[in-house]
């Protein structure tokens, strides 16, 4: 479920259960244009997205009190080590936008999606798949 509505104008991005395991997930995501996460902007997200009362509130009415992960999404950059030990005492796991798409794409075995994002990721792929077979670049020319 996306974009769940709590008390006071806070919203949740995202509340999943893996069908397979009944692993149960609360992720948030969070993008920077000119600037990278640290320490500091990290507690202060930990703290705005996952330890608000409201926010906790509200998926005690999903998830009771069963354990789930905390995910946060981040935009591009560098993996951190460092960040992302900082983040699971913090009792959260980063997770990083382009890692997650290449797994993604990885996986990606058929064509044709109707979904907008798969659809744009697969012919991601099929530019990657081009490239590297006839090497150089591939370019589209705007219309």
């Known amino acids: 479920m996306t974009n769940i509505r709590c008390r ?8 999943a ?14 993008v920077w244009i000119n600037r990278r996460l640290n320490s500091s902007s990290l507690a202060k997200l930990v703290d705005k997205k996952f330890n608000d009362l409201r926010v906790k509130e509200k998926i005690g009415e999903f998830f009771g009190k069963s354990d789930y992960k905390k995910w946060l999404v981040v935009s ?8 992302d030990k900082y983040a699971g005492n913090l009792g959260i796991e980063i997770q990083y936008i382009e890692v997650m798409v290449r797994m993604i794409m990885r996986k990606m075995c058929r064509y044709g ?3 907008h994002v798969l659809r744009t990721l697969e ?3 099929l530019k990657e798949k081009w490239q590297s077979k006839h090497g150089g670049q591939l370019t589209f020319e705007k219309p």
């Open 8 to 15: 006071g104008q806070k919203e949740i991005d995202l509340l």
């Open 17 to 30: 259960i893996n069908p397979r395991t009944e692993e149960k997930f609360h992720v948030e995501s969070s």
């Open 76 to 83: 591009p950059q560098d993996v951190n080590p460092q960040l």
């Open 113 to 115: 999606s109707r979904d």
């Open 123 to 125: 012919i991601v792929k």
